[in-house]
Structure formats: structure tokens, C-alpha cells
């Protein structure tokens, strides 16, 4: 809107400018007090399209075509151009001595562990129902039937406890519930000497 009034305006002083000349037969002298325009022409509001901004953009390196199948399997299993990749048998594997599942050596039987990660979920859903979500403070012990009455009762003294309405499991050993019966070492360390 402001470019067209600043057209407008230039046009109407040269209307101007040449009545003056046709009247008077010349121009303004130099000497006389002249009005100057000055114009500057604004560049026409852009219209954002996907053809304006794949212009101006840094397109990111993507794949232009889709790589074959023959590509593919040799990436996967090599060529014998250059070199086979066969899956090699695995001479690690034991079997397991709880459940007769094969496993890896150094990994743990996969089957056993899900037997685990069941019972520990069961167990997190007791605490949650008993406990909710308040910030503990004390020690929670998770009991299955007939373990409390092993221990006396001062032995629960201050201990939060959850109970479990079924059998503990037989490869679920209470040891692992408790905390270390063992001493902390008392010895120093001893840094080693004449090395160099």
C-alpha cells in the first residue's frame, strides 16, 4: 500500500513538473527550490510454496534408488568372488542343569530367567498393593507361607512386610532376600611396589 502512494505521489509531481514547463516554456532553474521523491521499489511479498522452499533448502543425501535384492544377500552372506560369510555352528552351548534348555556359555537360560522375571513381577505388584507408592524408609521383606513364624517376632521389629499367599518357589533360594552375612574386609589396600 505504501509503494503504491509513493507511486502516486511521483507521478502527480511529474504532471506537475511538465504543466510548469508547457506554461513557462522551461524548466525550474537550478537556482529555484525543487521537491524530490525519493522511491525505493519493495521487492513483492513471496508466496511460501514446496517449489520456493526445495529452492533455498539443503536437501540431505537419501537414497535415490532401492538397493536390489542381489545386493542386499551379498551384504549379508557374501559372494564367492570375494568371500563367503557362512554361519559357523556354535560350539558354546550348555545345557542347562535346572530345566534341560540349551543356553549359551555365560548367559543365563533364557527359560529359567523367565520363570524369574514372572515371580518378580508378582512379587512388585504385592509390594505396590500393600505398600502404594510412599517413599519407604524400612526394610520391606517379602514372606511366603509359613516363614514368619520361623524367626521370633522382634526379629520383624521395623521391617515392613509383605506376604505372599502361596509357597515359595524351590529355585527361589531366601538367601538371596537377605543381605550379606559377611564382614566387610578389614585389610588395607596395598599399593604395589618396584614395578620399573
Not at 521523491?37 to 543425501?61: C, G, I, M, Q, R
Not at 500393600?130 to 521389629?157: A, H, I
Request: proline share 7%; with cysteine; aromatic share 8%.
Amino acid at each position: 500500500m505504501a509503494a503504491t502512494l509513493v507511486r502516486c505521489l511521483r507521478d502527480t509531481l511529474k504532471i506537475i513538473d511538465w504543466a510548469v514547463i508547457s506554461v513557462l516554456g522551461r524548466p525550474f532553474p537550478p537556482s529555484d527550490p525543487c521537491l524530490a521523491v525519493a522511491h525505493y521499489e519493495t521487492a513483492p511479498e513471496k508466496t511460501y510454496s514446496l517449489d520456493n522452499v526445495f529452492d533455498s533448502a539443503f536437501l540431505w543425501a537419501v537414497p535415490k534408488h532401492r538397493t536390489t535384492i542381489e545386493k542386499r544377500l551379498k551384504r549379508k552372506f557374501g559372494s564367492p568372488d570375494y568371500g563367503m560369510k557362512i554361519y559357523l555352528p556354535k560350539t558354546n552351548l550348555l545345557e542347562c542343569n535346572t530345566c534341560g534348555h540349551h543356553h549359551e556359555a555365560g548367559v543365563l537360560c533364557s527359560h529359567c530367567y523367565e520363570k524369574v522375571i514372572a515371580e518378580t513381577k508378582e512379587m512388585q505388584e504385592k509390594i505396590q498393593e500393600n505398600l502404594g507408592l510412599s517413599p519407604v524408609e524400612q526394610d520391606v521383606v517379602v514372606l511366603y507361607d509359613n516363614e514368619r513364624q520361623k524367626e521370633p517376632e522382634e526379629f520383624w521389629q521395623g521391617k515392613r512386610i509383605v506376604e505372599m499367599k502361596k509357597e515359595r518357589p524351590p529355585w527361589f533360594s531366601k538367601n538371596l532376600m537377605q543381605r550379606s552375612t559377611q564382614s566387610p574386609a578389614s585389610s588395607n589396600d596395598v599399593k604395589p611396589t618396584e614395578l620399573a
